[in-house]
């Protein structure tokens, strides 16, 4: 079965610094897809970045960039200059399958500190 | 960019009673559409894939007399919490994927229900 690890329940990053957040996958297939999401505290899950299996550069969109890296079989998320509005839970999610579905890691809680 | 509606956000209701769940793709068309449960602090949990025009699909340990799930057209699917108990209480939420290539890879979220049983 698929797993996705997120190792780290919290991360607190200052204002304006760059921070990375872990994620690691466990699976068998060839052709999957790595996914970030955003869910700040009012519960909406907001898609940040996504990167496919056999993409050979790391994907980013504006501030994020996914490191991905497929023999360690991990896709980090860096969010550069960190905002206050980060402050949210991140989860790293994998597809795969004919209806692609989805399994989420646990979650980071990332806090912003001004 | 593709938009799923979720109605309600927030619901109240008595044990015992049912609650319909609605989730709406407004601008695509999405033949599969997704539910998850969401436990306060805990990652989303996938219950069912609706399927529309056919029964949905499941998780183990989901069960589909409880929470039953029609995708009658290929912008709706609805969640029915059938008989409500205090621990159905959470937070649902749907997601959908575009068939086509607007968006083949993203899946975007409804906004989310929450769920009170009392």
């Known amino acids: 079965a698929q797993k996705i690890t997120q190792t780290q329940p919290g991360m607190f990053v200052q204002e304006k610094e760059a921070v990375t957040l872990d994620c690691t996958y466990d699976?068998?297939?060839?052709?999957?897809?790595l996914f970030w999401y955003k869910q700040p505290s009012s519960g909406e899950m907001i898609f940040l970045i996504y990167?496919?299996?056999?993409?050979?550069q790391n994907a980013t969109e504006g501030r994020y960039s996914l490191n991905f890296q497929k023999a360690r079989k991990s896709a980090n998320l860096v969010i550069s200059a960190s905002q206050l509005g980060d402050s949210a839970m991140y989860f790293c999610?994998?597809?795969?399958?004919?209806?692609?579905?989805?399994?989420f890691g646990k979650g980071t809680l990332l806090t912003v500190n001004p | 960019g593709a938009v799923v509606s979720q109605h309600p956000s927030r619901v109240i209701c008595k044990s015992g009673t049912s609650v319909k769940i609605e989730c709406r793709s407004l601008?695509?068309?999405?033949?599969?559409m997704f539910w998850y449960r969401q436990f306060p602090k805990q990652s989303l949990m996938l219950m069912a894939t609706?399927?529309?025009?056919?029964?949905?699909?499941?998780e183990q340990g989901v069960e589909k007399d409880k929470f039953l799930i029609n995708h009658a057209s290929l912008t709706l699917s609805t969640l029915t919490v059938t008989s409500a108990h205090p621990e159905d209480s959470s937070f649902y939420i749907c997601?959908?994927?575009?068939?086509?290539?607007?968006?083949?890879?993203?899946?975007?979220f409804g906004s989310g229900t929450r769920l009170t049983v009392v």
């Open positions: 609706s399927n529309e025009g056919s029964k949905a699909t499941y």
């Open positions: 997601s959908a994927r575009p068939g086509t290539a607007v968006n083949n890879y993203g899946y975007t």
């Open positions: 999610a994998m597809g795969r399958g004919s209806n692609y579905k989805l399994t």
């Open positions: 699976t068998s297939d060839q052709s999957y897809g």
């Open positions: 601008d695509f068309q999405a033949t599969t």
């Open positions: 990167q496919g299996s056999y993409d050979e």
